[in-house]
């Protein structure tokens, strides 16, 4: 059985920082692409950043200069740097892997969300 398991999420003012992390576990294989997503109330789920399995980052427009993401595959861990945040970035951050394990097909895993709240 394969866990997304995400942390870091929080209350911060405008112009502050957050670093999320997405740990995955189980009885994994191998981790291709892992990325994160982000789902304001009353909206679509969208995407944030992903990165390749040698890192390789893709970022939406909206967040490019501001987040980075990154990951150790050692620890099969993915992380999001989130820097000068807005209160437009406020919203559930949910991570998302393509994981190849012993006892599945390949296939797209997602984590129970971490809030991320930005407000003065």
């Known amino acids: 059985q394969v866990q997304l398991v995400e942390s870091g999420g929080g209350l911060v003012q405008p112009g502050g920082s957050l670093r999320l992390s997405c740990a995955a576990s189980g009885s994994i294989l191998r981790i291709n692409a892992m990325g994160w997503y982000r789902q304001a109330p009353g909206k679509q789920r969208t995407l944030v950043a992903t990165?390749?399995?040698?890192?390789?980052?893709v970022y939406a427009d909206s967040v490019k200069g501001r987040f980075t993401i990154s990951r150790d595959n050692a620890k099969n861990t993915a992380y999001l740097q989130l820097n000068s945040l807005k209160p437009e970035d406020t919203g559930t951050y949910y991570c998302?892997?393509?994981?190849?394990?012993?006892?599945?097909?390949?296939?797209?895993?997602w984590g129970q969300g971490t809030q991320v709240t930005v407000s003065s």
């Open positions: 990165i390749t399995s040698d890192g390789r980052p």
């Open positions: 998302n892997a393509d994981i190849r394990s012993w006892s599945a097909a390949q296939r797209d895993y």
